[in-house]
């Protein structure tokens, strides 16, 4: 191997291997509990936990260590509004023909059409931008790798932060996106990847059922 500069892994927990098939377990059933949600309560969340949530996502394994993200934690009454608007302005066109018969389809047993709500109503919301060009250091421009496989990465693990700190969410990606760019001033560099809109659930949150039918382990995994 190459000479690097490293430490020893210090961190690293071992567990016995009956406490790792508990743990195992319980983080499983812990995560069966996420649902995407589409009713929001306006109840407040404070601003520290949606920082210790971000600060888990940026912890993602990433493309050469560039960390191709940049997290907008909107919570401005103001900022939330122009977000609602634009972006069921375009859901607008989304579904009065953009999306074509299949797509519509297939979004029918969710019960989803242009109203979004919760798009100001709910406390936060988080906008993810990818950057494709990019580096270790925050303003270098270096070529940036596995943009969106590390922005996939760490968008996952925010949702499942922020889940597991008592909050449920909703990712959302109107098409197009390109207004977030505008409203969030982000530079030309970086594209919108996705919004995720966190708080409490409001009293009469539900989970359409053909979001609960999850595929068995059979059909997503061969073990050889
Ligand atoms: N962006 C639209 C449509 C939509 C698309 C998919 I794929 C979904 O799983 C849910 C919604 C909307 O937010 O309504």
């Known amino acids: ?15 016995s291997q009956a406490d790792m098939l508990t743990r195992s377990e319980q983080f499983y059933q812990d995560l ?21 949530c971000i600060k888990a996502a940026g912890t993602a394994p990433n493309g050469a260590n560039h960390q191709p ?4 934690a909107i919570h401005s009454e103001e900022v939330k509004k122009q977000v609602r608007d ?17 797509w519509l389809d297939a979004l029918k047993p969710l019960g989803t059409d242009a109203n979004k709500p919760y798009l100001q109503h709910a406390p936060w919301l988080i906008a993810i931008f ?5 580096g270790l250091n925050t303003g270098d421009k270096h070529t940036n790798y596995y ?3 590390s922005v996939g990465i760490a968008t996952g693990m925010l949702i499942t932060a922020l889940h597991h700190s008592g909050l449920v969410t909703l990712t959302h990606t109107p098409k197009p996106m390109t207004f977030l760019s505008k409203i969030c001033q ?15 659930p409001a009293e009469d949150a539900t989970v359409p059922l053909h979001a609960q039918q999850k595929k068995t382990l059979d059909e997503i995994a061969t073990f050889i």
Do not use: C
Request: proline share 6%.
């Open 1 to 15: 191997m190459q000479q690097h500069d490293a430490t020893p892994l210090a961190d690293f927990i071992e567990y």
């Open 32 to 52: 069966k509990r996420r649902h995407s949600i589409r009713s929001f309560s306006d109840r407040p969340v404070p601003r520290a936990i949606i920082e210790n």
């Open 69 to 72: 993200w940049h997290f907008v």
């Open 86 to 102: 634009q972006a069921e302005a375009h859901e607008r066109g989304f579904y009065s023909g953009r999306a074509g018969e299949e």
């Open 130 to 134: 990818s950057q494709k060009k990019g």
């Open 147 to 149: 943009v969106h496989e």
């Open 186 to 200: 982000r530079p030309d560099d970086e594209r919108p990847y996705m919004l995720v809109i966190a708080g409490y």
